[in-house]
């Protein structure tokens, strides 16, 4: 099963943005508008941040945003925080009800 | 609140099967989606499949098609998934997630993770 694609590592100052890319295809992130990415915190279990791309589940912050352009997606944080430290995964509906998810980012927060 | 509570750790040798469990609570169980994904030690999330919970169908990943069998209880809200000829590569962190209905609708609620250590 071949992953989406993410930088390995991330940085950022506190305070300032810092944005996360998932490449795929046109059979996963192109072609859907099911993008979601969850923040993982060491031996911790994922959490959903936004999902259909850039929509955010109540309770979180507002700092961060997604998007897509073509097979890419992005997860946008604003105003960098130091509980902001984790790795992120992208996932992408790949149709007939499966999954896809990246290999991570690490986001460190200088 | 959502819950979904895992089993505990289990170590297996190389062979053998394992058979976790993931009880949820706070909500209707046949209602959602329960799908498994795993994380092997610093690795990514792979998916691995998922359950229909109100009819017991279930589809798994290419990867782990006919070494795992996904199943349930419904009169224990429980979801439990088996994987067979287990392997040292198969030590990993295996979740259960709930997903909201609907094709392309995320997993908002995660279990605590299960950890299955394979070794002879």
């Known amino acids: 099963q071949s992953a989406l694609t993410q930088p390995p590592s991330a940085s950022g100052s506190p305070g300032q943005s810092v944005t996360i890319s998932c490449t795929g295809t046109s059979s996963d992130v192109g072609g859907y508008n099911y993008v979601s990415w969850y923040q993982q915190h060491p031996g911790k279990a994922p959490k959903l941040m936004i999902y259909e791309v850039s929509k955010r589940p109540s309770g979180v912050p507002d700092r961060f945003s997604g998007s897509k352009s073509g097979n890419t997606a992005s997860l946008t944080v604003s105003g960098l925080q130091a509980e902001d430290e984790a790795d992120y995964y992208c996932?992408?509906?790949?149709?007939?009800?499966?999954?896809?998810f990246g290999g991570g980012t690490q986001l460190t927060v200088l | 609140q959502v819950q979904l509570v895992q089993s505990g750790a289990e170590v297996k040798k190389p062979g053998a099967s394992v058979k976790l469990s993931c009880k949820a609570s706070g909500y209707t169980f046949t209602s959602y989606p329960m799908h498994w994904v795993r994380q092997a030690p610093g690795q990514r999330l792979e998916w691995m499949g998922w359950l229909n919970t109100g009819n017991g169908n279930t589809q798994c990943s290419q990867t782990f098609q006919g070494r795992v069998k996904i199943t349930r209880d419904t009169s224990a809200s429980t979801a439990y998934m088996e994987m067979s000829s287990l392997i040292s590569e198969d030590t990993a962190v295996y979740y259960c997630?709930?997903?909201?209905?609907?094709?392309?609708?995320?997993?908002?609620?995660w279990g605590q993770g299960t950890l299955v250590t394979v070794s002879s």
């Open positions: 997630a709930r997903k909201l209905t609907g094709s392309g609708n995320p997993f908002d609620y």
């Open positions: 996932s992408s509906y790949v149709g007939r009800d499966n999954w896809m």
